[in-house]
């Protein structure tokens, strides 16, 4: 069996290739690495780097080749290609390369969202099942590191601030979405079409006070509307690009698209997932 990880040179990627690395040989991985600077690092690790890019289809026909089981990590948006148009690249190679399943890490609700950040992902969802490849939908929750600045800050001592009111989130760490992925990927266990992948829900105060226990500090919590919160990120010098989309985040909290109740996490992992307090103490420790 061939298993092929995209994204492999990313966060997500790297803890997903450590995973898998635990439950199969090395010959039986490939990775997918958009430069050769990037593949050099993990060919020192034995793995058969394949060079590709999402936005040049002729180059995933190369890399497909001989795969059978394949993690799709979803790209960024704001290329000069697409993302829709990427993911259509490697949709349609997959399915002319006869790769027999995808794992691919998609949005919570899939398409019962309504967030703007759902749109190229349900698209892809909607692709995927059009190609009748065999798959397994992670819609992924929110990564404890999608907060790193708000918590390294408050870790030392500075304000928690946010907006997104009472909104709940299914934060869980980085590497343990990678370890569910693996498991789909493997096929340790049986997955079904969608698995919601979320940790807990909570809301922005119940993470601030798990994260002073775990640093051992006290901080001041802020709750914000979006104006003031804009105005203090732009005054901590966040580009206004970067400040919309952040806003746009605690709306969709606020809104409860990230508030997913399911067990599933659990079920994919085989065990319960860290308990907040313990994985903010990891995550600081990083």
Do not use: C
Not at 70 to 80: D, E, I, N
């Amino acid at each position: 069996m061939n298993y092929l990880l995209t994204g492999a040179t990313g966060e997500l990627g790297t803890h997903a290739l450590h995973y898998l690395k635990e439950q199969v040989g090395t010959d039986e991985i490939a990775a997918l690495a958009r430069t050769e600077e990037q593949a050099a690092k993990l060919r020192e690790q034995g793995i058969d780097v394949r060079v590709a890019d999402f936005s040049d289809y002729a180059s995933l026909l190369e890399a497909f080749d001989g795969i059978d089981r394949m993690l799709f990590v979803s790209s960024q948006p704001g290329g000069a290609v697409s993302r829709g148009e990427q993911h259509k690249n490697v949709v349609q190679a997959a399915k002319e390369k006869n790769v027999s399943f995808i794992a691919y890490t998609s949005f919570p609700k899939g398409a019962d969202s309504a967030s703007p950040l759902a749109q190229d992902h349900i698209l892809t969802e909607k692709m995927i099942s059009d190609s009748h490849i065999p798959h397994t939908f992670l819609h992924n929750n929110w990564y404890i590191e999608n907060e790193a600045d708000t918590l390294y800050a408050a870790a030392e001592g500075h304000p928690f601030a946010y907006s997104a009111g009472e909104g709940k989130v299914g934060w869980a760490l980085k590497r343990e979405f990678a370890e569910a992925a693996v498991n789909v990927l493997t096929g340790k266990i049986t997955a079904p079409e969608i698995l919601e992948l979320s940790g807990t829900p909570i809301t922005y105060t119940e993470l601030a006070a798990a994260l002073k226990t775990a640093s051992g500090r006290e901080f001041e919590v802020v709750a914000m509307n979006d104006e003031d919160y804009k105005a203090s990120l732009i005054k901590n010098g966040v580009p206004e690009s970067i400040v919309g989309f952040i806003l746009m985040i605690q709306n969709n909290i606020r809104n409860g698209e990230l508030a997913v109740i399911s067990d599933d996490f659990e079920k994919v992992l085989g065990r319960p997932l860290t308990p907040m307090v313990e994985a903010l103490k990891e995550f600081l420790q990083n």
